[in-house]
């Protein structure tokens, strides 16, 4: 694949992702936030718009990579449906956490969300190491994200 096509979709990809998660939350996303009592070691909404741009950062650079590999094999098509499927469950999590504000079920949630992390990082390791490489990172944080996520649900859940 060209140069210019693997930009394009990897472009495309991304900003589809990023609408859909914006319209999953929906609005009030800053006042359900503040509202919310956070644990002491949680960061701010700004923080976790950085956090999100890294993570679309991180995204791209893989599927570029993978557009760009040069064998067409089941394990590439495999790894390319996994990450689109993390990315398609990044955004249903925004809804269940934001629109109908279940805490506990969006922490059940990265359960399969590990899941499919764990298998892109397999698929993904069995043709580019670098990539594998860059979503090992982001299940490092994926550790912050749930331990946040519980710890959230339980000071909240009194009051949900």
Same mark, same amino acid.
């Given at each position: 694949?060209?140069?210019?096509?693997?930009?394009?979709?990897?472009l495309a990809i991304c900003v589809?992702?990023?609408?859909?998660?914006? !319209?999953?939350?929906?609005?009030?996303?800053?006042?359900?936030?503040?509202?919310?009592?956070?644990?002491?070691?949680?960061?701010?909404?700004?923080?976790?718009?950085?956090?999100?741009?890294?993570?679309?950062?991180?995204?791209?650079?893989?599927?570029? +990579?993978?557009? +760009?590999?040069?064998?067409?094999?089941?394990?590439?098509?495999?790894?390319?449906?996994?990450?689109?499927?993390?990315?398609?469950?990044?955004?249903?999590?925004?809804?269940?956490?934001?629109?109908? +504000?279940?805490?506990?079920?969006?922490? !059940?949630?990265?359960?399969?969300?590990?899941?499919v992390t764990l298998s892109l990082?397999?698929?993904?390791?069995?043709?580019?190491?670098?990539?594998?490489?860059?979503?090992? !990172?982001?299940?490092?944080?994926?550790?912050?994200?749930?331990?946040?996520?519980?710890?959230?649900?339980?000071?909240?859940?009194?009051?949900?």
């Amino acid at each position: 694949m060209s140069i210019v096509l693997a930009v394009l979709i990897t472009l495309a990809i991304c900003v589809v992702s990023a609408i859909l998660e914006g !319209l999953m939350a929906g609005g009030n996303v800053k006042q359900y936030f503040a509202r919310l009592q956070q644990p002491r070691y949680a960061v701010s909404l700004k923080a976790w718009y950085a956090i999100g741009a890294l993570y679309y950062v991180v995204c791209g650079i893989v599927l570029y +990579r993978m557009l +760009r590999h040069p064998e067409n094999t089941d394990i590439r098509i495999i790894a390319f449906a996994l990450i689109v499927a993390m990315m398609s469950a990044n955004a249903v999590w925004n809804y269940i956490f934001f629109r109908a +504000r279940n805490l506990f079920i969006s922490f !059940l949630a990265f359960g399969p969300y590990i899941v499919v992390t764990l298998s892109l990082i397999f698929a993904l390791s069995r043709f580019d190491q670098i990539a594998a490489s860059l979503i090992c !990172l982001y299940l490092l944080y994926l550790v912050y994200a749930i331990t946040w996520s519980y710890r959230l649900w339980n000071l909240n859940r009194a009051n949900h």
